[in-house]
């Protein structure tokens, strides 16, 4: 290549191409003679036209120029040749992590624990430093890398662990701010709240990095699966099986310091960079201690030189099948029937029934009419019948009884009854061998003696005599002694009301995740329609159900399936108002 940038820097070969720009090895020319390596990442030529890339472009410029540390790969230059910008970088002599991987695996042994240890240390503390950089006010930039890789991971001759490419890194003084929702960096590397699309902070990118370490320790893709759908299936479920399944001589200090830094909640990891380091530091010296730069210059050049295969990529650590507890088709329906489960809807509490005491009186009467016992207002039924046999016995008491009837037994007004009094229910004649006959039907006893009532339903029965004895007490309340009638005021029953439980996250994600194969599946459906990043927010309601679905990103055809499939899960019923869920895909 013979192209010159600047007129200093002169092109030898490109080292990679990015989806924004591209890298180059170059050669820095001075006066003098001087010369010198070093890196050229220059913006691409399409994209230097679109402000937000070139804004994008400034703001790693700006945030690079901050960043001096040992483990981080220093930016050195920044400039412009003819509109498009460029970066100058640091050379690092060594190879990137990636690579040193691949040449362990070819050669059937790995990558040896000390080495993995204190490149994860010097990460670490370059991590650190970035979390909490501050500007020249001392205002905190609130860094995160977001694509922690081992692409992004420069090994030095000297086994020291360098940093780079903070491009798509977020910080505070960004001008070009990334919106909540929107994915960046590599998806196999991400952390649960980073694919859910949600704010991230530092212990993202310690998540990342732990991610890293476990696969080198492994030797084996933790999340990587065949698909991009089911690689992000497996963050969101963040199914971590201990790494000493798969190197059982590893040191059990290793496996909870790597344990922790990948739980699935971001509150039960370390609080910062700095104690993953320090905890990493411990394992390190429990592992023999570093490495200095002899014995690791050795390790390498006998790696290379004496190399029995080639290069191999690390193979996919857990099969299709193993990625942990998968939710069941219907679970979302059979959780809400169950009333031990978690995110089951409450039921009311039942209704307790009246006491009954033992100086009170009863009458000994069966009404066929009324609702069985087991009816939910069957003993409100009751009440109101007595209250009437009662409240008729006192209007009634001047009329002289029939003289085939027996005397009527004086009854004492009963109790105010502890639970609302339903409207009153039909009331029966009691046996004959009761030794009682109810006052209101004393009349039709001696007119008809031994002929009991005929039946009838019970609403027409009630109506109808209600009429009559309100004509018959009409007349007789003259004649009567005056009867004082209390009148109590209708109570009401209120209404149970069901507790409002508001849907976790977890229970969304775990729908998500049984049906992202059949999001995949639209987009194969509709592979030629071209889009970038989708964005799909569902409203679900309280029963479980999708309210409403809106999808930007894709349109048409492709836009369409993604609604229709939406549309068709369920979820856990929870009672509420609807609740609104956004997931990229």
């Known amino acids: 290549m013979d192209e010159v940038i600047d007129g200093r820097y002169k092109l030898i070969k490109r080292l990679g191409v990015g989806g924004m720009a591209e890298v180059f090895l170059a050669e820095q020319s001075g006066p003098r003679g001087f010369a010198r390596r070093t890196v050229i990442k220059r913006i691409h030529r399409h994209m230097a036209e679109e402000e937000r890339f070139v804004k994008s472009f400034e703001d790693e410029a700006r945030l690079a120029a901050l960043l001096q540390h040992p483990n981080i790969v220093r930016t050195e230059d920044f400039g412009d040749d003819g509109g498009q910008l460029f970066l100058v970088l640091e050379y690092v002599e060594g190879e990137d992590l990636r690579t040193l991987c691949r040449r362990a695996e070819g050669d059937q042994d790995g990558l040896p624990l000390p080495v993995v240890l204190q490149v994860g240390l010097d990460i670490a503390e370059a991590l650190d430093f970035a979390h909490k950089m501050t500007d020249a006010e001392g205002t905190p930039l609130a860094v995160v890398h977001r694509d922690v890789s081992p692409q992004n991971i420069m090994v030095t ?48 990118d310690q998540f990342a990095l732990a991610v890293v370490l476990y696969e080198l320790l492994a030797r084996g893709r933790l999340f990587l699966g065949n698909t991009e759908v089911t690689t992000l299936s497996r963050v969101l479920r963040c199914y971590v099986p201990s790494v000493r399944d798969f190197q059982a001589d590893l040191p059990e200090s290793v496996d909870q310091v790597l344990s922790r830094a990948l739980a699935q909640d971001r509150q039960h990891r370390f609080p910062d960079c700095a104690a993953f380091a320090e ?19 050795a390790w390498r050049e006998a790696l290379i030189t004496e190399a029995k295969n080639p290069p191999v990529s690390l193979p996919l650590l857990l099969p299709e099948e193993a990625t942990g507890p998968e939710p069941a088709p219907d679970e979302a329906t059979k959780v809400a029937a169950d009333p031990r489960s978690p995110g089951a809807r409450p039921r009311p509490a039942p209704v307790p029934q009246p006491a009954s005491t033992a100086s009170e009186p009863t009458l000994e009467a069966t009404d066929v009419s009324s609702p069985s016992p087991g009816a939910g207002r069957g003993w409100l039924y009751g009440l109101g019948a007595l209250a009437l ?21 004086p009854l004492t007004p009963a109790p105010a009854a502890p639970k609302p009094v339903a409207p009153p229910a039909a009331k029966v004649p009691a046996p004959a061998d009761a030794g009682t006959i109810a006052a209101a039907d004393a009349g039709k006893a001696e007119a008809q003696p031994g002929e009991g009532l005929r039946a009838r339903p019970a609403k027409k029965r009630r109506r109808r005599r209600s009429r009559r004895y309100s004509k018959r007490s009409s007349k007789t309340v003259a004649a009567s ?6 009148d109590q005021p209708r109570i009401v029953p209120a209404k149970a009301t069901e507790k409002m439980v508001a849907m976790e996250r977890s229970d969304f994600d775990a729908v998500l995740i049984s049906r992202l194969p059949k999001l995949q599946r639209c987009k194969k459906q509709h592979g030629s329609i071209k889009s970038g990043l989708i964005k799909v927010s569902v409203w679900v309601g309280g029963k479980g159900r999708t309210t409403k679905v809106t999808v930007n990103g894709a349109t048409g ?29």
């Open 279 to 297: 905890a990493l530091s411990q394992c390190l010296e429990q592992a023999g201690g570093r490495w200095d730069a002899r014995r690791y210059s």
């Open 481 to 486: 002694a005056p009867v004082k009638v209390i």
């Open 157 to 204: 001759p000297a086994g020291q662990g360098k940093l780079l490419d903070f491009g798509i890194a977020r910080a505070a003084s960004n001008q070009q701010q990334t919106q909540t929702g929107i994915l960046k960096g590599k998806v196999a590397y991400f952390s649960p709240e980073q694919a859910r699309g949600e704010l991230i902070d530092g212990r993202t």
């Open 389 to 409: 046999l009662l409240g008729l016995g006192w209007q009634f008491g001047a009329f002289d009884p029939a003289p085939s009837a027996p005397a009527l037994v």
């Open 557 to 585: 055809d492709y836009g369409k399936c993604l609604r229709a499939e939406v549309k068709r899960w369920k979820f856990v019923k929870r009672g509420g108002k609807p609740e609104r869920f956004d997931f990229p895909f």
